[in-house]
T-cell receptor, first 114, second 115 residues
């Protein structure tokens, strides 16, 4: 049973295209996150949703738009893809918002923009 | 600014050697600390966490870490590494000052264990 799943695992696309990455968690958690891991493996949070409400929005270009149709899903849509968007994107979830809850990570989606 | 720093970028050890990976944080307020491991091509897995109480925390696979508040440190240790410990290790922190339990990650330390 996969706790946090992401699709697709790999995504290769050209500059200027629009793409989406999907994330689902079956842990019954209320909070979900998107992280970006760059080529140097540095991880940085992008967004966080709690009960479908956006609570963290880091300084991410507005080409990135998260959508949470329900508590179990958090999708990431990226418009007008750029070379610098190439990275591994990790989805994560936690039981609730706040520092007391550990986060569980998905397998990652490796996005390559050519 | 709140930050987490890991001292070593790449550590190379032989099997059975002891391991210590450094992690320092600069945070105000109540802080929770984590070590995550990322095996090649895999997702992040939690090794251990410190929330409160005993500053020496034990995690999975024989790892432990010690929270030293006066030094703002949370170093990861293992007495005897195995080849299977080859992975990227990330220290992370969340603070009561952070919105929404946001995790701040260190730069990561790549551990290579030679058989």
């Amino acid at each position: 049973d996969t706790a946090v799943s992401q699709t697709p695992k790999y995504l290769v696309t050209q500059m200027g295209n629009d793409k989406s990455i999907k994330c689902e968690q079956n842990l019954g958690h209320d909070t979900m996150y998107w992280y970006k891991q760059d080529s140097k493996k540095f991880l940085k949070i992008m967004f966080s949703y709690n009960n479908k409400e956006l609570i963290i929005n880091e300084t991410v270009p507005n080409r990135f738009s998260p959508k949470s149709p329900d508590k179990a899903h958090l999708n990431l849509h990226i418009n007008s893809l750029e070379l610098g968007d190439s990275a591994v994107y990790f989805c994560a979830s936690s039981q609730d918002v706040g520092l007391a809850y550990e986060q569980y990570f998905g397998p990652g989606t490796r996005l390559t923009v050519t | 600014a709140q930050s987490v720093s890991q001292h070593n970028h790449h550590v190379i050890l032989s099997e059975a050697a002891s391991l210590e990976l450094g992690c320092n944080y600069s945070y105000g307020g109540t802080v929770n600390l984590f070590w995550y491991v990322q095996y090649p091509g895999q997702h992040l897995q939690l090794l251990l966490k410190y929330f409160s109480g005993d500053p020496l925390v034990k995690g999975i696979k024989g790892f432990e870490a010690e929270f030293i508040k006066s030094k703002f440190s949370f170093n990861l240790r293992k007495p005897s590494v195995q080849w299977s410990d080859t992975a990227e290790y990330f220290c992370a922190a969340s603070s009561s000052y952070n919105q929404g339990g946001k995790l701040i990650f260190g730069q990561g330390t790549e551990l290579s264990v030679k058989p």
